[in-house]
């Protein structure tokens, strides 16, 4: 249960390929299965921001840190080891949420081997930021990435304009990067087609980590805080049924409805 | 750090209310700050079927099963309890996804109350499911509920137009029902507007929980299948990239490139 089946005619202590999502980052938000099975790997593969947290975990193992970019050549070295070794891949997030999961499986794929894979999920960006602000999902939602490093740009401005023209809450992953801050002003352009003024925006920056940021504003006044846009950040753009969330005199975060109050008095 | 901050009233020993994510149900897969905050609550609220797995946790504590519906009772007597004990009140997936915390925070706001809330992210039923079959979700996707009990279906059918039309996967919640067997159907007609025969569709059964099914097939072939679509299910619906992922002669599932194959060769 939770592992993936050998295939038949594998031998007994072969290699294995984990492809991990550690959440947020924080221990306290990895799940039980993760750490596990990063407990039990030979080789373990990830950035410093990810592994740090799981140092002493990682003691007296094999620990490939990696940085950004170069994630062709992360991949084939963890397929490479894995056919001997318990290997660990590890993402932040979910890795299954433009995380390591994809390239890792389509390099796995073009080699033609067979290698006990493994794929562990955890809480991704999306959740984890909107866990800082209340419920600014709650039903259905679009997650677009303004990263234009492996998709065009005119495909995101596509997929925003679709996701928006339908008025459902839009979590910006890669909001900003050097190199490209304007696809955010692209992003708010077409929100800004279909929502009016008052949607409510939460920029949510190191979500559950050390120094988090936490702003809460409207499509009329993000201009004034969108400078606190980075890397670091997830940004989630309410739907139109979605408002902001006070209690008593303070601003908590977003509650989008799930449609109780068409039905229900309270 | 993972507290929400009290207000600056407020006195100490006041009750509070935790809005949990379990996760696909697991212990392993139940992110340990959740576990450590339904230890220390007095009142714990949920559905028996995620109450289960944490039964050692629940010992000595007022545990209150809750049946399916009655979502705005089970708000507001988890609020009205957490004036002065300390609550959690749980879901399956993340709280935040078509659970708990939407409901719980509407009537909070409602009611005028000040109480110090947490809600605490867990793995949702999209990144569980994508976990069984590889990476089917990679980058942008969707998450759009086929459940028409709080969302008018012309609604829902011109959010899957929309999400479909830009070729991005498509995770369906809440595909089937009593009461609601067409749903499906009408949703693979608007899949079908847009996407190919060959174009992979998963159905995941319990992920990650005892009884889980996995199935994938294509939208040519899914009629045949798609009597295995229940409540306890999730369909992804690839988008125009997506394909099967073989490995040898068995299919593990699906893969979604994220466009490395566009700028790299292996």
Redesign the interface.
Known sequence: ??ESLL?SHAEPNKGSLAII?L?PG????????AL?VIAGADYVIGNAQYLDPLEPLLSGKNVIRSSMGK??ER??QAIDLAHSNAVAIVSGG?????GM???V??????SGS??D?E??????AA??A???I????????????LSD???PLE??E??LD??F??G?PVVLYNPKSRGRPHNFDIALAHARRYLGAETPVAIVRNA?R?E?EVTVTTLANVESVKNTVDMHTTVIIGGKESRI????N?V?GI??????????V?
């Open positions: 249960m939770g295939p999502g959440g924080r221990r306290d938000y990895i799940t039980p299965r596990k994630e062709v991949a084939q979910d890795a299954g949420v433009y999961a994809s390239i499986l389509e390099v796995l794929e073009h067979e290698i894979v794929v562990i999920p955890g809480v991704t959740n984890a909107a866990s800082r209340g419920s600014p999902l709650s039903g259905d939602f679009a997650v677009i990435s490093l492996l998709t495909v995101i596509q997929r679709a996701v023209s339908v459902i559950l050390e988090e969330w006070r209690m008593g303070d908590k509650i989008t409805p799930r449609g109780y109050h068409h039905k229900y309270y």
